[in-house]
């Protein structure tokens, strides 16, 4: 790609959600950008159906970028990113998952991912999304170039998946990563709890102390059983 071309890419790009005359081209950029094959049926899930914020970014009519994420309810989560969300939001908030994000080798480093990104979540902080509480993503952990892309826009590992990839006949390790949107919060650990029982502590006048400590380490007790007995749960399940 000329330099030309470089400084007034961004200025030619169009964006627009793919459609079912998209599957071919999709299909044959998928299998250049990512290690895992999927199924006819998710290419055609991803070209026509609804469930799916499924943007291209093209160039002169030619795809050279997309995003495909799927906004689903915290119920549906499966195991390994149930615990995304702090226990205080109930199973009815929404997640979007990044299923996919790409660009045409030639057009990399002129902020097409970024722009792909970017219009994702100005779509999920709309008042109509505003119930969704986070963002996640998998990514292979020998990818550098994404996980160095995604913590630049603010995206923090949330967990290490051993073996999560099965990519020609080698297992693979990857590791999930979130952003949290619209007033999500992630989990509480032990020393976020320790730390909100000293901030109540330093709060308290001298005449309400033992009544106003009883109660505070009673919650910061009940929410640390709580903690343990998912802990618990979690363990047996696996």
């Known amino acids: 790609m000329s330099k030309v071309l470089s400084l007034h890419l961004q200025q ?16 044959k950029l998928c299998a250049d950008w990512f290690p895992i094959e999927y199924p006819d049926s998710w290419y055609d899930d991803i ?12 160039y002169h009519s030619r795809i ?18 149930a615990d995304i969300l702090a226990t205080c939001f109930p199973p009815t908030v929404q997640v979007a998952y990044i299923l996919s ?8 480093r002129n902020g097409i991912a970024s722009l792909l990104l970017d219009s994702l979540l100005s779509h999920l902080t709309t008042k109509e999304f505003f119930n969704c509480k986070a963002v996640y993503l998998h990514v292979l952990e020998s990818n550098g170039d994404a996980l160095r892309f995604y913590e ?13 990839y099965f990519i020609q006949g080698k297992s693979r ?3 999930s990563y979130v952003l949290y949107t619209n007033g999500g919060q992630p989990p509480w650990s032990v020393l976020d709890y320790i730390s ?6 330093a709060k308290l006048t001298p005449c309400a102390f033992p009544r106003q400590v009883y109660q505070a380490l009673r919650s910061l007790m009940q929410k640390f059983v709580v ?5 618990s749960q979690e363990q047996h399940a696996r």
């Open 227 to 231: 903690v343990s007995r998912q802990t």
């Open 152 to 164: 630049r826009r603010n995206f923090r590992p949330h967990s290490f998946l051993p073996y999560y």
């Open 64 to 81: 050279i970028g997309l995003i495909v994420a799927e906004i689903k309810p915290k119920v549906k989560l499966n195991k390994e990113d």
């Open 196 to 201: 909100h029982c000293g901030s109540v502590l």
């Open 12 to 27: 030619e790009v169009q964006l627009r959600f793919l459609c079912p005359g998209d599957l071919v081209e999709v299909k």
């Open 47 to 58: 070209t026509s159906s609804s469930r799916f914020f499924s943007l291209a970014a093209t």
């Open 173 to 175: 390790h990857g590791y």
């Open 101 to 108: 994000l790409g660009v045409v080798e030639d057009f990399r």
